[in-house]
């Protein structure tokens, strides 16, 4: 049970959903189309949210707001800061100089300057060389004087021994003071072109996310909310506002992420498949433990290779404004009038014969007008229903990790296509208030922490080296606010480091549970 | 003889991707690293053995140490000066041309930045077709040349010369130096004249990577069947296609084993297979029968795209096929089996090759 009294805004590209939870029940729901300023369409759910419950904004125990105006901005290039692109790493790192593997359009938006240091680190945690304190200090006077607004700190090896960019960064904020600094190793994992790339594109946000936190948190004082504000992060967890201040890269991809965390918890199931049936494709993806399996590789954002992981999602092209062709075995094509279904499907008087039709003439839906599809062969409707029902049970199957009858989720307005019985699946469930999923997903989220090491043991040493890495992710979720008791391991990798001699292995730990004096949260309802 | 530009290297890097075998590195490092040295210092002049004056005297160039290394550690360039000089004074002349060593993974792409860096002509060929760990596995090896006066440089230009009858030693002595140099080193080795070029390497290497590249491209632009294309391009077999549904590691002798569970799917549905891998794929058996061992390249390729899928970059859930292709000829022989073949890798299985395999499949 999601405990207290939770209101859950997200503001995606198009629309702004928003929901409010009392104890885990959906109360009040709301979705507008977003607003150019973000805060007012926040303003406005949560007054739409206070009026339909009844509640006052002073009952209200946190707001988590979702969006992917950080997002939008990078990828349009809006609102970019200029960036300093410092690297702890001399003499190594200049066969790739920063921004390399970036699309021109990007790299050219925004103002740029690198500047490459001593101070990276070796494969042990070594110092490869000596941090310069008066290299670092004319560093801050050629930035002062390039006029550069933000900095992007990158040490070779960070991820596994910080102290030398920790180092770095206060030397720089001294004399280069009100810049803000992003420190690479805040953002993740080993890879440095990723992580240095992460670091840039959120230095240029820093700017945008310093003026967009305040209106938020403005907005909030003003409704006369005085609950806590957090912000969901791409894996589904989330930040305060100070924090989101600081990384707003961290809300990236949180809009996908909490579109399925969303459609999970309504269904009252931490592990399921969830198939989002739209006008073009059928999306499909796994929640596993009330998350969303992510990607195996990492993430292209606008083009640029960053360190963060996507729900991994498979799409059908299956959905509402499929074109049938009814001579096929196989009636549903792969093409689709897609957002013109309200003017070419046949049930709206349009001249083409759509997966639509088919199920308004097979009794799913009452939508436009059934006279003009009353003629369509029993045979047809059925072949395309089957079609529909094998290539999504196909793909749900594909996409399991174990043998076994999943159970399914249908979320999306195509969804009518799809039956409620499908071969191989445990069952399927069509929640309510799936329109505003995302918003469930952002007032669902819990704190988290991911600790990464690069450790040498034995077998018989294996146990004891993953219960330190476990402890050290649990400590650091606790110090990000998360109760101690619901604390559980969600992911461990662990992987063998090639050509370094045996008995060397990358361990990554990933912990969640809910906030501090919340109950501990398995969605049921 | 033709000049390489920006514009080869995807291609390349696809194409090395896949001859690495699941090792040799992330080519998209390499490429990104070629790309900047040829922007730099313009296109690199390609030629073919054949092309080789008598006395040319070609010398492979490759970084040696951990990819989790590279890929943090972004190499430097600039001591390859101080490499080549180091060469040259132990063995008493320049290199005329440069040469990839092996044509698996980042490998295939770094001799290309160091030839434009170092205004050098590259040599279309390489010393195992493939990616194998260790410096004694390549085919000039196993034919008696050695592999010094041999050359590691960091990124401080500090440089160590080795010389020594064995190339195992080379190797092992090789592998510490690499560690004290922050397991990302610039090497160079195997020193060969026009000769043993024609005799013991693989010619069209590059081209075969190339070639293969935009195979895999062209497929995935017109919707076919990459995996196919490309089994059927190195006269291999997709011998099993399957989901990824487990990851196991042990150590055991020294050797630290993955072993990769697929869980068939379409044409392998029903059966379950197991990888077996080092740095590069070795052996993959299902229940009932060994399906390919090393030497013979195992790939594992990813379904949809028909792009490599590298050990480090296995997780669950990947959805792959897995093609096995035959080795050089020169790897099949007793002597060579002893060092690249199941055994010398502690798997207790004899050799077949694919193409025997497929053919007692097929009898």
Known sequence: ?525 | MYQLTEHDLGDIAIGAALLGTGGGGDPALGRLIAREALRRHGPVTVVTPEELAPDSLVLPVATMGAPTAANEKLPSLEPVEELIRAFADAAGRRPTHLMPIEIGGIAALIPIAIAAQLGLPLVDADMMGRAFPELQMVIPSLAGVSATPMVLADEFANTVVLRSDDNAHTERLARAVCVAMGAAALIALYPVDAEQVLAHTIAGSLSRAADLGALVRNASRDHQDAAAAVAERIEGTVVFEGKVIDLQRRTEGGFTFVRTLLEGTGPSLGRTAEIESQNEHLLIRTADATLATTPDLIIIVDAASGLAVTTEALRYGVRTRVIAAPCDPRYRTEGALAVVGPRAFGYDEDFVSIVDRVKERVA
């Open chain 1, 1 to 525: 049970m999601t405990s207290g009294i939770r209101v859950g805004i997200d503001v995606g590209g198009t629309h702004t959903d928003a929901a409010l939870l009392d104890n885990g029940h959906v109360v009040a729901v709301h979705k507008d189309r977003t607003t150019e300023d973000v805060t007012s369409g926040i303003v406005a759910a949560l007054a739409t949210l206070l009026g339909q419950s009844g509640y006052s904004p002073t009952d209200l125990e946190a707001v988590m707001v979702g969006t992917t105006h950080f997002t939008n901005a990078f990828v349009e290039a809006r609102d970019l800061a200029s960036v300093a692109v410092v690297r702890l790493g001399y003499p190594a790192t200049t066969s790739v100089p920063p921004l390399s593997d970036w699309p021109e359009t990007l790299s050219a938006a925004i103002p740029w300057e690198w500047f490459l240091c001593r101070g990276g680190r070796e494969f042990d945690g070594r110092p490869s060389t000596a941090l310069d304190e008066a290299e670092l200090i004319g560093v801050a006077d050629r930035i002062r004087r390039a006029g550069l607004e933000t900095v992007a700190l990158t040490g070779v090896f960070a991820p596994l021994e910080p102290s030398s960019e920790r180092a770095a960064a206060a030397v720089l904020a001294a004399h280069l003071p009100g810049i803000p600094i992003t420190v690479s190793s805040d953002l993740g994992q080993l890879g440095f072109l990723a992580r240095e790339n992460a670091a840039v594109i959120n230095s240029s946000l820093r700017l945008l996310a310093r003026s967009t936190v305040a209106a938020i948190h403005s907005a909030m004082t003003e409704i006369g909310v005085q609950a806590p504000v957090y912000m969901s992060q791409n894996d589904g967890t989330l930040a305060d506002l100070a924090t989101t201040r600081r990384f707003p890269v961290s809300t990236f991809t949180s809009g996908p992420t909490n579109s399925l965390r969303g459609a999970a918890f309504l269904s009252g199931l931490s592990d399921c498949t969830v198939v989002d049936v739209g006008g073009t494709t059928a999306d499909i993806g796994v929640v596993a433990d009330g998350f969303p399996r992510e990607t195996s590789t990492t993430a292209e954002i606008g083009g640029v290779a960053t360190n963060f992981r996507l729900p991994d999602v498979v799409s059908l092209p299956i959905g509402g404004g499929s074109v049938v062709e009814p001579d096929s075995e196989r009636p549903i094509s792969r093409r689709s009038v897609g957002h013109r279904l309200l003017e070419r499907a046949l049930v709206f008087g349009g001249d083409t014969l759509t997966a639509t039709d088919l199920a308004v003439a097979g009794g799913r839906a009452r939508i436009g007008d059934p006279a003009r599809v009353r003629d369509l062969p029993a045979d047809l409707v059925s072949r395309g229903f089957r079609q529909i029902d094998d290539d999504v049970a196909a793909a749900v199957d594909r996409a399991q990790l174990r043998a076994g009858r999943p159970a399914v989720v249908l979320a999306g307005g195509g969804s009518i296509l799809v039956s409620d019985s499908l071969a191989g699946i445990g069952r399927v469930i069509r929640p309510d208030h799936l329109a505003v999923a995302n918003a469930i997903g952002a007032a669902t989220g819990e704190i988290g922490a991911t600790v990464e090491r690069l450790l040498e043991y034995t077998d018989s040493e294996r146990a004891s080296a993953m219960a330190a890495v476990t402890e050290a992710a649990r400590a650091q979720a606790r110090a990000l606010g998360a109760d101690q008791a619901g604390l559980r391991v969600v992911d461990i990798e662990e992987s063998v480091v090639p050509y370094l001699g045996g008995g060397r292995f990358r361990v990554r730990v990933r912990v969640v549970g809910p906030l501090e004096g919340k109950e501990a949260g398995v969605p049921t309802h």
